[in-house]
C-alpha cells in the first residue's frame, strides 16, 4: 500500500509544535535540574566576607551615616531615592542606641551567614540591612553595595547553607547516616546560580554597550584617562605613556570581552577565557583605582560560572531518560 502524503499545512505545524517542545524542554533543563550545595556554599562564604567588611564600615560611624544629624538627614533622603516605595528600618529607629543596635544585627548577621549558621535567616536580614543602608544613605552607596546586594538576592533564594556550614554540621549531628553534602541536589540552587547568572549577563552587555557610546573606547585610550588621573588612582601606571600600543590593546580588549562576555562565558572552550579576563580586570581595576572590594564582589559574582570547580556543574540529561 502506498503511503498519504501529509499535506504542507500539516508538516509545518508538527514543525512548530515540535521546535516549541525542545524549546520548553531546553527551559526545564537550563532551571529545574538540580544541582550540588557546594557551589552556591562557596559563593555564600565569599559574599559572607564581603558584607561583614562593609558593615564594618557602617558600624565606624554609625550616626555619620544613618543619625539625625549624618551627612543626609532622614527628611532629605527622597532627594536622593525618589522611589514612593523606598524603605529602610534606619527611618524608624529614633535613638543613637536603636540605629547601633540595627547596625549590630546587620554585622551578626553577616557573620552568620559567612560560618553558614540560620543560613536561611541570615541571608534575609543580610539583604534588608542592605537595603535599609543604602535606601538611608544613598551619598555613600557605589557598584561594590549593588553587585553585594545582587548576591545576597541569589543566597536568600537558594539553599546556602547545605554545604560547608554549621546548620550542615548540626543537621547531619541529628540524622546521622545521611549522604555526603554533594549528594543532596536542588532544584532552588539551580534557580539561585541561574539568576546570577544571568544578571551578570546583562550588567556586562550593558556596561559595554554604554561604553561604545564613548570615541575614547573607540579609539582605544579610555584606560588612559584613569591611569593619568593622580586624584583616584592607587598605583602609579604613567609610564604606560611610552607604550600607547598597551593602552589601546588592554581598552580594546576589555571593551571586546565586556559586550561579548554574555556569548563566551557559557560554552566550555571559551568560559575559561572570560573568567580569567574578569579576574584580570576586576582586580587590575579594584588594585589601580581604589575599588578593591568593588573588584572582589566581581570575582565573587563571576563565581557562578565556576561551578566545576566545586564539582557542582548542572549536567543535563536528555529529556527521554528523564521521563
Known sequence: MSSVPRSPSRSIAAAFFGWCRGWVDAWDRFFFTPSGPRHLAAIRIATGVLCTWSCMVWLMDVEGFFGDAGWLRADEVWRMNDQPWQWSWYFVTSSPE???????????????????????????????????AANRAPLNIFGFDDILGILLISLAIGPAGRAWSLDRRFSARQT????????????????????????????YFFSGCGKLLGPSWWEGTALWGSVA?????????????????????????????????????????????????????????GLAMGMLEFGL?????????????????VRFRPAAERR
Do not use: K
Open 98 to 132: 536603636l540605629r547601633l543596635a540595627a547596625a549590630i544585627v546587620a554585622l551578626v548577621a553577616a557573620v552568620a551567614l559567612t560560618i553558614g549558621l540560620a543560613t536561611p535567616v541570615a541571608a534575609w536580614v543580610s539583604l534588608g540591612a542592605l537595603v535599609s
Open 297 to 313: 564582589a566581581m570575582i565573587v559574582a563571576n563565581m557562578a560560572f565556576a561551578g566545576p570547580l566545586f564539582g557542582d556543574e
Open 229 to 285: 588621573n593622580g586624584q583616584y588612582r592607587t598605583l602609579d601606571l604613567t609610564w604606560m605613556a611610552g607604550h600607547t600600543w598597551l593602552v589601546n590593546l588592554i581598552t580594546l580588549a576589555t571593551l571586546f570581552w565586556e559586550v561579548s562576555y554574555a556569548a563566551i562565558v557559557w560554552p566550555r572552550l571559551t568560559r575559561p577565557i572570560a573568567l580569567a579576563m574578569a579576574v584580570l580586570v576586576h582586580l587590575g581595576i
Open 176 to 203: 546521622p547516616g545521611r549522604g555526603g553534602a554533594g549528594e543532596e541536589r536542588s532544584v532552588r540552587g539551580t534557580i539561585a546560580i541561574r539568576i546570577l547568572q544571568l544578571t551578570l549577563c546583562v550588567i
